[in-house]
C-alpha cells in the first residue's frame, strides 16, 4: 500500500517562504511521476508542480513559475516544494500525490495516490 505523508505545512507573513515535505511509503519511488496540488475553500482543487520519476520533466502552473520549485530525492523517498514570496492568495491545503503513469501531470484524475494534505495559511 503507498502512502504518502505531506509535512512542513503551517502559518507565515505575506513574503515569506516555507518548504513541504511528502515522504512516501510502500512503493517503489523511483518509478512515479509526482505532484504538488492545493485546493482553497470553496474552489476546486488546483494543480501546482508536477515532476517526473528521473526529475528531468518538471512542469509549473503560471501562477507558481518564479516563486515555487519542485524537486526529489528518490534515496529518501521523498518530494518536496519549495515555496517562497508567499501571498494571502496562497493560503490552501497542499496535497502531494503520486502516479506510475507518466502520460499527464497537471490533472488530479492522473495521480492514484494522495497524501492526506497539509494546511498553509499566509497571512497579510
Known amino acids: 500500500q503507498v502512502q504518502l505523508v505531506e509535512s512542513g505545512g503551517g502559518l507565515v507573513q505575506a513574503g515569506g517562504s516555507l518548504r513541504l515535505s511528502c515522504a512516501v511509503s510502500?512503493?517503489?519511488?523511483?518509478?512515479?511521476?509526482m505532484g504538488w496540488f492545493r485546493q482553497a475553500p470553496g474552489k476546486e482543487r488546483e494543480f501546482i508542480a508536477g515532476?517526473?520519476?528521473?526529475?528531468?520533466?518538471?512542469y509549473y502552473a503560471d501562477f507558481a513559475k518564479g516563486r515555487f520549485t519542485i524537486s526529489r530525492d528518490n534515496a529518501k523517498n521523498t518530494v518536496y516544494l519549495q515555496m517562497n514570496s508567499l501571498k494571502p492568495e496562497d493560503t490552501a491545503v497542499y496535497f502531494c500525490?503520486?502516479?506510475?503513469?507518466?502520460?499527464?501531470?497537471?490533472?488530479?484524475?492522473?495521480?492514484?495516490?494522495w497524501g492526506q494534505g497539509t494546511q498553509v495559511t499566509v497571512s497579510s
Open positions: 515532476i517526473s520519476w528521473s526529475g528531468t520533466t518538471i
Open positions: 510502500g512503493g517503489t519511488f523511483n518509478r512515479y511521476k
Open positions: 500525490a503520486a502516479d506510475r503513469s507518466a502520460l499527464a501531470y497537471i490533472t488530479s484524475n492522473q495521480y492514484g495516490y
